[in-house]
């Protein structure tokens, strides 16, 4: 079974804290994603990849970074985490434009 | 032009009923549309989509309606159970590698 594994499903940080959130992905896809989940808002977009040492701004990519140094592995960067980043963040992956994204469970970030 | 309207926020279905969620967007380059479906604690998991090139299409109890010409689209879910009750993600893409999520749908089916 496929899979999308983000490291963390909780997480609480104190604002300034660097905070680093991993995503894996087994399925050799090309495309990652990040977004983050508000109640009413839906599903925003941070970032996303689509191949490796690639990256891309999304639509609310402020306050955020990315790397992704291998086709596995996309992690989020928190550079100086602030209460208004409590969210839920979402990992996503997806073959090729064609195809439907898979996405991990999700991690539930707390900045206090 | 990139946003895609969904409704209503949250829904309440008897079981056995039809629960129908309703999609609109604005940019005629979209060629994709998907539905997600998210249950608490969960990712958002590929639900069933639709290419412009057909009205409808049916997977079980899921069906997806595309109007082209309206430029909305909705799901539908014909005699709905309690394990439906879910969060509900429409989206629409074109040729980028981008989805446009709408903002969702809470879905309670009683028993």
């Known amino acids: 079974d496929v899979k999308v594994t983000q490291s963390s499903r909780y997480l609480v940080k104190r604002t300034g804290e660097k905070v680093f959130l991993e995503c894996v992905q087994d399925?050799?896809?090309?495309?990652m994603f990040w977004y983050r989940q508000d109640p009413g808002l839906g599903l925003r977009l941070i970032y996303f990849?689509?191949?490796?040492?690639?990256?891309e701004k999304g639509d609310i990519p402020e306050g955020y970074s990315v790397s992704r140094e291998k086709k596995e592995r996309f992690s989020l960067i928190l550079e100086s985490a602030s209460t208004n980043q409590t969210s839920m963040y979402l990992c996503?992956?997806?073959?090729?434009?064609?195809?439907?994204?898979?996405f991990g469970s999700g991690t539930r970030l707390t900045v206090v | 032009q990139q946003q895609v309207k969904q409704s209503p926020q949250s829904l309440i279905v008897q079981k056995g009923g039809i629960s129908i969620i309703n999609c609109a967007y604005e940019?005629?380059?979209?060629?994709?549309f998907p539905w997600y479906q998210q249950f608490p604690g969960k990712g958002p998991a590929l639900l069933i989509a639709?290419?412009?090139?057909?009205s409808e299409k049916k997977e079980g109890r899921f069906t997806i309606s595309f109007n082209k010409s309206a430029k909305q689209f909705s799901l539908h879910i014909m005699d709905s159970q309690p394990g439906d009750s879910a969060t509900y993600f429409c989206?629409?893409?074109?040729?980028?590698?981008?989805?446009?999520f709408g903002t969702g749908t809470r879905l309670k089916v009683l028993a």
């Open positions: 989206a629409a893409s074109m040729e980028t590698y981008k989805y446009i």
């Open positions: 399925m050799d896809h090309e495309n």
């Open positions: 940019n005629t380059a979209f060629d994709y």
């Open positions: 990849s689509y191949d490796v040492k690639m990256k």
């Open positions: 639709i290419r412009p090139d057909v």
């Open positions: 996503a992956s997806r073959h090729g434009q064609n195809y439907g994204y898979t």
